[in-house]
C-alpha cells in the first residue's frame, strides 16, 4: 500500500492508473476509521481494480466553535485499518497543500443543503461540497462510495455530481451499527460511559418511529412526538438540535407522508457531542 501526501502525486498517479485502464474507486474519509469505513472500503474493493482512501480532517467544514481541533484523529491505526482492507493508496495530504492561503473558489449546493445540519452548520456543506470536488479531481475515480449515515451529505454529493456533469457513479453504503443500534461514527469516541449508554436511545426512537408508520401513522408531528418521547425516555441527557420529517428526495419539510419516501432525521447533543441519525419511511 502505498500513502500520498501531495495532491500533485496522487492525481499523477491516479492519471497514470487510469491510462493503464484500471477502474478508480474512492473512499473520501476524515479518518479515525471504524467498521463503518471498513465496509465503505470492501464496497469499493468490490467495484473497482484501484482502491484510494482520502484521510484528511477538512478545516473548511468545521464552523469556527466546532470540533476541528479535537476531531480524533489516529494516524497508524488508520494506516494499518487501510493496509488490512487492501487498500492501494491512502492520500493524507496537509491542509497547507489543499488550500492555498488566497483559496477563494467555492462549491455550493444551494437547496438540499438549507435545512437540517446545513440550517444549524451554516458554511458546512459548502466545505464538504468543494473538499469532495477537490478530491474527486485529485483521485480521478469511476466509482465514489460514501456512507449512508451522512443522509443529507450523500443527497448533496449526488446533486453536486448530476449538476456539474461528474463522470463519477456515487454508491452509497448502508450505516454500520453497534450492537445496541448506535450508529458508528469517530465522533462517538467523545462520549462517556453514561452518554454512550444513552446514545443507544437514538436508534431506539427511530425504531419507534417504523413501528408507528408501520402501524399507519403518516403525520409529521406525531412521528416527532414519537421521537421525542421515546428520546425522554431512553436518553434523557440527550439535547435535540433537530427532529425533522422531510421529502427524501428534495429535503423539504413536509406534514404528513403521502406517496413518497420520507427521511426522518434527527441531530441531539449528549453533552458536548453533536450526534445524527435518519431513517427513510417509504410508503
Ligand atoms: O463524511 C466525511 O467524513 C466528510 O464529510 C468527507 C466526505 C470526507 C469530506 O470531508
Known amino acids: 500500500m ?4 501531495l495532491p500533485s502525486k496522487m492525481q499523477s498517479w491516479a492519471l497514470d ?3 493503464h485502464g484500471f477502474t478508480l474507486a474512492v473512499v473520501p474519509t476524515m479518518g479515525y476509521l471504524h467498521e463503518g469505513h471498513r465496509s465503505l472500503m470492501r464496497i469499493a474493493r468490490r467495484r ?6 482520502t484521510i484528511f480532517v477538512n478545516p473548511t467544514q468545521f464552523g469556527p466553535n466546532e470540533d476541528f481541533e479535537r476531531y480524533p484523529r489516529d494516524w497508524e491505526r488508520d494506516r494499518a485499518i487501510c493496509e488490512a482492507e487492501g487498500v492501494d493508496v491512502v492520500f493524507a495530504p496537509d491542509v497547507g497543500d489543499m488550500y492555498a492561503p488566497d483559496h477563494s473558489v467555492w462549491v455550493e449546493e444551494t437547496r438540499l443543503s438549507r435545512g437540517l445540519c446545513g440550517a444549524y452548520r451554516p458554511g458546512h456543506f459548502r466545505g ?3 473538499v469532495v470536488l477537490k478530491l474527486f479531481h485529485l483521485t480521478q475515480p469511476h466509482v465514489a462510495v460514501f456512507g449512508e449515515k451522512d443522509a443529507q451529505q450523500l443527497r448533496i454529493i449526488r446533486r453536486m455530481v448530476r ?6 457513479e456515487i454508491v452509497p453504503g448502508p450505516t454500520v451499527r453497534e450492537p445496541d443500534g448506535l450508529a458508528m461514527s469517530s465522533r462517538n469516541a467523545y462520549l462517556s ?4 449508554r444513552q446514545a443507544a436511545g437514538l436508534w431506539k426512537a427511530l425504531q419507534a418511529v417504523q413501528a408507528r ?3 399507519g401513522e403518516r403525520r409529521a408531528a406525531a412521528l416527532i412526538e414519537t421521537v421525542r418521547m421515546e428520546l425522554a425516555r431512553t436518553a434523557p441527557s440527550a439535547v435535540p438540535q433537530y427532529i425533522e420529517l422531510v421529502d427524501d428526495e428534495t429535503l423539504e419539510p413536509i406534514e404528513q407522508i403521502r406517496d413518497r419516501p420520507a427521511l426522518l432525521a434527527l441531530a441531539v447533543f449528549l453533552g458536548t457531542t453533536r450526534l445524527i441519525d435518519h431513517i427513510v419511511l417509504s410508503p
Do not use: K
Open 17 to 19: 492508473q487510469r491510462a
Open 128 to 130: 464538504v461540497a468543494t
Open 48 to 53: 473497482a481494480g484501484r482502491v484510494i482512501v
Open 193 to 196: 460511559p453514561d452518554e454512550r
Open 163 to 168: 449538476d456539474l456533469n461528474l463522470p463519477i
Open 213 to 215: 408508520f408501520a402501524q
Open 2 to 5: 502505498e500513502v500520498i501526501r
